[in-house]
């Protein structure tokens, strides 16, 4: 089970800090990440990261503003938001996968095998 928090409104320019625990697994991840789908479109990736590699990956659109991080011991990943835009306003999906397929395919959905249930993230002027 994988349980995101941290989402909510904020003003554009704001930041904010969505957190992904996941309990009771004793499943190894060899990559984590966050997605996420805005009203009427598909659902994208936003940032992956590769605990076992050191490597993180991040769509063009949130580049330089989000960060994405994992806690090993805790089990948790995180995404630091910084400088929202009002097109950030989505629901934000934690996503874990079993086995890493290479960068080329860091935000195919198809190759994560669990799911958190979302947390929504609203930017307003």
């Known amino acids: 089970q994988l349980v995101e928090s941290g989402g909510g409104s904020v003003q554009a320019g704001g930041s904010v800090r969505l957190s992904c625990a996941a309990h009771?697994?004793?499943?190894?991840?060899?990559?984590m990440a966050w997605f996420r789908q805005a009203p009427g479109k598909e659902r994208e990736g936003v940032a992956t990261?590769?605990?076992?590699?050191?490597?993180?990956y991040y769509a063009d659109s949130v580049k330089g503003r989000f960060t994405i991080s994992e806690d090993d011991a805790k089990n948790t990943v995180y995404l630091q938001m910084n400088s929202l835009k009002l097109e950030d306003t989505a629901m934000y999906y934690c996503?874990?996968?079993?086995?890493?397929?290479?960068?080329?395919?860091?935000?195919?959905?198809?190759?994560?095998?669990?799911w958190g249930q979302g947390t929504q993230v609203t930017v307003s002027s």
């Open positions: 990261v590769v605990p076992g590699l050191g490597g993180t």
């Open positions: 009771r697994f004793t499943a190894i991840f060899n990559c």
């Open positions: 996503a874990a996968g079993l086995k890493w397929y290479g960068s080329r395919w860091w935000s195919e959905s198809r190759y994560f095998d669990y």
